[in-house]
């Protein structure tokens, strides 16, 4: 039998996910940690399983923070739209400044969003509207976001059943070895002897 190499011994470290310059290698680290714990993976086999994980894992976190950060991108032109439709073009370069100031400040002063707040009460609206807007203009990134998120659950779920696979086959050739083994005519004989002793 070929004794089997200790995963301390393989180096799996060029198959870790790439980050992105905005991301922190400690989150990743940290998420690594957390699936090793949970998984414990015995040997080399299953800790590439473990980094294909982690990195499906670690993808769709990046893909949902994505469709927030567009969702965030699209509320300065949902404002401004909102207004267009509820206000109409506005009809003075100063109503175009004032307009235009709303629309950059909103992000930032508690001042301007509680203007934008109240023009939207005169309609009996509110804030909910500018996110409606945002995300209806950016529907078709969305939805190509939500398939990519599911493309990478498919393959995480792919993932953990090759795992449990790998481990339920290693433990029926394990058994096989066993039983084989103990079948050998010299390991009959001695057990044959111990019973009768």
């Given at each position: 039998m070929v004794p089997r190499h200790h995963s301390e011994q393989c180096d799996v470290s060029i198959l870790e996910s790439s980050l992105l310059i905005t991301e922190s290698k400690d989150a990743f680290a940290s998420l690594q940690r957390e699936l090793a714990r949970e998984i414990r993976p015995k040997n080399?086999?299953?800790?590439?399983?473990?980094?294909?994980?982690?990195?499906?894992?670690?993808?769709?976190?990046?893909?949902?923070?994505?469709?927030?950060?567009?969702?965030?991108l699209a509320y300065g032109a949902a404002i401004s739209e909102v207004l267009e439709r509820l206000l109409g073009p506005p009809e003075t370069p100063a109503e175009c400044d004032a307009r235009t100031a709303l629309e950059r400040n909103w992000f930032s002063q508690p001042d301007a969003r509680r203007q934008l707040a109240k023009r939207l009460a005169d309609f009996q609206l509110d804030e909910g509207v500018i996110e409606a807007a945002a995300i209806s203009s950016q529907a078709?990134?969305?939805?190509?976001?939500?398939?990519?998120?599911?493309?990478?659950?498919?393959?995480?779920?792919?993932?953990?059943?090759?795992?449990?696979?790998?481990?339920?086959?290693?433990?029926?050739?394990?058994?096989s070895a066993v039983e084989h083994a103990t079948e050998q005519p010299a390991l009959v004989q001695l057990n044959a002897r111990e019973q009768v002793g």
């Open positions: 080399v086999i299953e800790k590439i399983f473990l980094a294909d994980i982690a990195a499906c894992a670690w993808e769709m976190m990046r893909l949902r923070r994505c469709k927030d950060h567009i969702v965030n078709d990134q969305l939805e190509m976001l939500d398939r990519m998120i599911t493309a990478q659950q498919v393959r995480l779920h792919r993932a953990l059943g090759a795992i449990s696979s790998y481990r339920e086959a290693f433990a029926k050739q394990v058994r």
